[in-house]
Each structure stands twice: as structure tokens, then as C-alpha cells.
């Protein structure tokens, strides 16, 4: 069987979630042999509703040391709202003492100005976006589990 990968947009994906409910509503009133169709368009509707809760989570930056040291301007890195964009400056480059790597850079923020951020080795960049789905204890907890695994 050949597979192939869609890219679909989250509204792409809520468009598909409402004709599946709606086919799903029809064949619940329909004959009772219909009751595989109902069980696949269920495990349908799950998927796709776990597709789009998982698309509208932000992403989650970590930069390894390598990331950091080759940071250059044109190149694209999150500002505070975790949206990648296109680096206008590098404001610092250094390592702390622990050995570290921290990088401090702008990025574009509209026409006419621009946003710093910073990102330092192996941690989770906190972006506003990230703090409406993660407390800081949470965001911790997966920096800890993520030093132990490597």
C-alpha cells in the first residue's frame, strides 16, 4: 500500500473534522450495517481532533551549542512570541560559567522595528505563546527530562 503525506492547514483539518461529524450524524441514523463506517469515521474524527490540538500547541525551541554558535543575521530564530523570523542583528555571543552557550540577537517585528530575544544552550527558549499552554514548573520538568536523555 502506498502512503502519502498531506500538509493541511488547521483549517483545513477543522473543515475535514466538520464533514466527518456530520457524515458520522448521518450514518447514525442509518441502517444498522453501518455500524464498521461508524466505528471508522469515530477513529477518524479522534485523530484529527488530536492533529489540531496538537497543531494550535507552539512550538518548543532548544538549541544545541552548534545552532548557537552559527547564529548569523538573515538567518531565521524565534522572537518572544516563538514565531520564526529573520534575524536583523547578533547583540552578544558568549558562553556562561558553566560552560554554556548563549546567544542574544533581534529579529524583524514589523516594518520599522525589531524584538531581542536570547537563547541559550540546551534550555527551552519561553516564549508568551508557550506560557499559555505550560507553567514554568512544566517547562522545568522537560528541560530536566530532556538533559537526561542526552
Known amino acids: 500500500m502506498k502512503t502519502t503525506r498531506l500538509e493541511l492547514s488547521e483549517t483545513e483539518l477543522n473543515h475535514i473534522h466538520v464533514a466527518l461529524v456530520q457524515r458520522l450524524s448521518r450514518l447514525d441514523h442509518g441502517p444498522a450495517d453501518m455500524k464498521d463506517s461508524i466505528s471508522e469515521t469515530e477513529v477518524l474524527i ?4 488530536n492533529l489540531i490540538s496538537d497543531m494550535s500547541k507552539p512550538q518548543i525551541h532548544v538549541w544545541d ?7 548569523k543575521e538573515g538567518d531565521l530564530a524565534p522572537d518572544a512570541f516563538g514565531r520564526l523570523k529573520k534575524v536583523k542583528e547578533i547583540q ?3 558562553d556562561d560559567v558553566n560552560g554554556l552557550a ?9 516594518p520599522n522595528s525589531t524584538i531581542s530575544n536570547s537563547m541559550k544552550e540546551g534550555r527551552i527558549l519561553r516564549t508568551v505563546e508557550l506560557s499559555k499552554y505550560y ?16
Do not use: C, H, P
Not at 479522534?46 to 481532533?49: G, N, P, S
Not at 548563549?102 to 514589523?110: A, H, K, L, M, R
Open 46 to 49: 479522534d485523530k484529527i481532533e
Open 65 to 71: 551549542r552548534k545552532k548557537i554558535q552559527s547564529l
Open 92 to 94: 552578544y555571543r558568549r
Open 102 to 110: 548563549f546567544v542574544g540577537y533581534t529579529v524583524e517585528f514589523g
Open 135 to 150: 507553567t514554568s514548573a512544566q517547562i522545568d520538568a522537560m528541560e530536566n527530562l530532556a538533559k537526561s536523555t542526552f
